[in-house]
């Protein structure tokens, strides 16, 4: 599967060379196609395929903790094949489920206890508290310098941020923690591809 399988690859082998113009390239390639395919399903359609691809992980990676990454294809494969516009899902497949993989990175676990006690729907309650995290990371790239376009900000913007460490007091609100590149350009691909009439500011 050329979506998430290219995502899984970029995610480790380019960048140990982060640098390369090969790999900064591809990154930036996937990432194009990514926010495009995002954009075209809308609102309603990028809905679906993520609560699709939520249910196929929970039914079948049984993988304790964290679903594995080859569970995770198999799902995106799967879901994909059955519909028309597989390309699309495809790209789209690989930041929802790169999302979803990283949820406990991006919310910590006295955030999550307190979720816990405090709402009567979790995931709903949790989903907002990722939301409010990626409008902070959003809030930070608005801040970087420009680029020709959006995947180049992001990938130059998300290379740059995972040299630094950034670290969150445990509970802290406005603060989002040091993220690997591959979650970092997910994360943004999925935020501003829900606010699409600023997405190109």
């Known amino acids: 599967m050329r979506g998430i399988a290219v995502g899984a690859v970029l ?5 140990a060379r982060a640098d390369a113009p090969y790999a900064r390239e591809a990154r930036v390639a996937h990432l194009g196609e990514a926010l495009a395919a995002l954009r ?3 609102a309603d359609g990028r809905r679906a395929l993520e609560l699709d691809l939520h249910t196929g992980v929970r ?9 594995t990454t080859t569970c995770m294809i198999w799902v ?6 059955q519909r028309p516009d597989r390309e699309l899902c495809q790209a789209a497949s690989d930041v929802i489920l790169t999302n979803q993989h990283a949820e406990t990175d991006l919310v910590d676990e006295s955030t999550r206890m307190r979720l816990v006690r405090t709402s009567s729907d979790y995931h709903a309650a949790v989903n907002a508290e990722l939301w ?18 959006l995947a180049t900000r992001i990938d ?9 460490v950034h670290r969150c ?6 603060c989002v923690p040091s993220l ?9 691909a999925w935020y501003v591809a829900s606010h699409d009439a600023r997405a190109d500011r």
Do not use: I, M
Request: with cysteine; aromatic share 4%; hydrophobic share 40%.
């Open 76 to 81: 995106a494969v799967g879901t994909c094949n």
């Open 156 to 164: 130059r913007f998300c290379t740059d941020r995972d040299r630094t």
């Open 59 to 67: 039914t079948q990676c049984h993988t304790p903790g964290h679903p």
């Open 169 to 174: 007091a445990s509970g802290a609100k406005a």
């Open 180 to 188: 690997a590149w591959q979650r970092c350009a997910s994360e943004l």
């Open 11 to 15: 995610a480790v082998a380019t960048l």
């Open 132 to 149: 409010s995290r990626y409008a902070l990371l959003a809030a930070e790239l608005a801040l970087s310098p420009p680029a020709a376009d």
């Open 40 to 42: 075209t399903l809308g």
